[in-house]
Nanobody
Framework: QVQLVESGGGLVQAGGSLRLSCAAS??????MGWYRQAPGKQRELVAI???????TYADSVKGRFTISRDTAKNTVYLQMSSLKPEDTAVYYC??????????WGQGTQVTVSS
């Protein structure tokens, strides 16, 4: 049913930028956003945006990452700048009526080299 297709991950040098995209099929969701999980660590919220435009960011990324949504395209983006090695993780797109709801993308690897 619901499909979230991510793109934009890759390898980047510290200080560089990447733009992640997540295209959703079907419904427009109340909240869409991004989580990440590094090896051996718990999944954590990175950034989410509600349909009305409000946003929440993890303290570790605030000021460096920007989330945006294009409702017409049913797509959410994550612009990541000033990337640090500690940002290395698998990034997962999430969507649903509430944050953390069980609609997830397949994950896209982001690796930041030092």
């Amino acid at each position: 049913q619901v499909q979230l297709v991510e793109s934009g991950g890759g390898l980047v040098q510290a200080g560089g930028s990447l733009r992640l995209s997540c295209a959703a099929s079907g419904s427009i969701f109340n909240v869409m956003g991004w989580y990440r999980q590094a090896p051996g660590k718990q999944r954590e919220l990175v950034a989410i945006m509600f349909r009305g435009g409000s946003t929440t960011y993890a303290d570790s990324v605030k000021g460096r990452f920007t989330i945006s949504r294009d409702t017409a395209k049913n797509t959410v983006y994550l612009q990541m700048s000033s990337l640090k090695p500690e940002d290395t993780a698998v990034y997962y797109c999430n969507a649903g009526p509430v944050a953390g709801f069980n609609y997830w993308g397949q994950g896209t690897q982001v690796t930041v080299s030092s």
